[in-house]
């Protein structure tokens, strides 16, 4: 907040061709309020670094337990779209999303009731079996990945191409370049929470030079 708050009045002094100068017009005009501009850019900063560090960091960790997917993709690069949507599916950064109920509606037995709050499981909706044959297996060729890793509808993730492109870029020179990363660590700790599928330390090297990614 200390940092972005001079930021965001310089912008409205000073517009550029910038997100802050976009958000601070649409204050101008009444759209957003003051305090909606400050959330939206530490949305915008923390649901753009932290996610796709998360989405690296995770799909790392699944090619070191799925050697064979990663010489797969290590024979054929261009499989790197591919493999990321396979990765947003089978371990994404984001576990769970809230929504509210527009309307009364049974699910399974059970009644929700209009604007009742629900937390919805995106892990789970990503693993269900109806939807993804064997659903438990990593497969990066695998077809009609229609996973919900950046939730759906009109709340759907904003920045979801920019995390695709980053991560199809960074997984694709990996493949080109590096072998398959050698975990350094025989138990990895996540952090405690309920919607963030991050590691607290992710451990690993690369033949005989190092690397430990320290959060």
């Given at each position: ?30 759209i957003l309020t003051s ?44 499989l790197a779209e591919s ?115 991050a590691l607290n330390e ?14």
């Open positions: 907040m200390n940092y972005l708050s001079p930021l965001v009045e310089e912008r409205r002094q000073n517009p550029k061709d910038d997100m802050i100068s976009i958000l601070t017009e649409a204050e101008k005009q009444g305090d909606e501009v400050i959330a939206t850019t530490i949305l915008l900063v923390f649901g753009g670094h932290e996610t796709t560090t998360n989405l690296i960091n995770n799909g790392t960790l699944a090619f070191v337990n799925n050697p064979d997917q990663w010489e797969l993709l290590k024979a054929d690069p261009s493999a990321v949507e396979e990765l947003l599916r089978y371990d994404t950064s984001v576990k769970a999303t809230v929504r509210w109920a527009k309307n009364d509606i049974e699910i399974g037995g059970k009644l929700i009731k209009k604007d009742q709050r629900l937390l919805l499981a995106l892990t789970a909706a990503n693993r269900d079996p109806e939807i993804f044959p064997n659903p438990d297996k990593l497969d990066i060729t695998r077809n009609r990945n229609v996973h919900v890793a950046f939730a759906h509808g009109i709340h759907v993730c904003v920045g979801g191409p920019l995390a695709r492109l980053e991560a199809a870029e960074t997984f694709r020179i990996m493949a080109e370049r590096m072998p398959l990363a050698k975990l350094e660590a025989n138990m990895l700790e996540y952090q405690p929470a309920i919607v963030s599928r992710f451990p690993v090297s690369w033949a005989m030079c190092p690397i430990a990614h320290q959060r």
